[in-house]
């Protein structure tokens, strides 16, 4: 069965670095999408992609914050200079069509910002 | 308030009994999904509802979505420890585009 995948699982990285999350979104999907997960809170929408650019961002995802299809397979999260209060689980998403259908997660990258 | 509210927060079963988690939104929806998830891992899809009185089962849990209320109830007959976890409601609101917005989580222990 197709499923996303993300890399890497954990990512510990120190406050004011860069870090690049990646994701493998399933192959005849056209939409994408980034969630994370503060530990013990709620999964909260991060952005979400469609034909080469972000059709949806919430508040969170300002300015260090960026995504990217480099290919025609990955779709990236890059977090510019990371804070402390950015350790989170990311996940992306990826669907068949905008409604009424199944968003896909991947299992996730455990961000840890020290 | 919050849009999207689940309850309870907790839940701690018997083996054997049933139980039944709600998800109330305070909008319209377009589909209301349940999710499962283990602490600290990925997000497993149960079940996706799109219509009023729609049900789906899939073993022994079971899904409705009342669209007058706005709300789906997940029900598992006969629960056992392999249950166990963070059960979590996503939903996709006619106000907003094709985000899920997520419930805080109902989270489920299974006495054996």
């Known amino acids: 069965e197709p499923e996303v995948t993300q890399t890497p699982s954990h990512q510990v990285t120190q406050m004011g670095q860069e870090v690049i999350l990646r994701c493998v979104p399933i192959?005849?999907?056209?939409?994408f999408y980034w969630y994370r997960q503060i530990l013990g809170q709620k999964v909260e929408f991060l952005v979400s992609?469609?034909?080469?650019?972000?059709?949806?961002k919430s508040e969170i995802f300002d300015d260090q914050f960026s995504v990217e299809r480099p290919d025609g397979s990955n779709f990236t999260l890059k977090i510019r200079s990371t804070k402390l209060e950015d350790s989170a689980m990311y996940f992306c998403a990826s669907a068949r069509a905008v409604r009424w259908n199944e968003q896909f997660f991947g299992p996730g990258t455990r961000l840890t910002v020290l | 308030s919050q849009e999207l509210e689940q309850s309870p927060q907790s839940l701690i079963v018997q083996e054997g009994k049933n139980l039944t988690i709600n998800c109330t939104s305070s909008?319209?929806?377009?589909?209301l999904y349940w999710y499962k998830q283990k602490y600290g891992e990925g997000l497993i899809f149960l079940m996706m509802?799109?219509?009023?009185?729609e049900e789906k089962s899939h073993e022994k849990i079971t899904a409705k979505l009342d669209e007058k209320k706005q709300q789906s109830s997940l029900h598992i007959t006969a629960s056992q420890p392999s249950h166990a976890g963070i059960y979590l409601c996503g939903a996709d609101m006619w106000e907003y585009g094709n985000k899920l917005v997520f419930g805080a989580g109902t989270i489920l222990r299974v006495k054996s």
């Open positions: 992609f469609y034909n080469n650019e972000i059709s949806e």
């Open positions: 192959s005849n999907h056209l939409y």
């Open positions: 509802l799109q219509k009023g009185g």
């Open positions: 909008k319209t929806l377009y589909g």
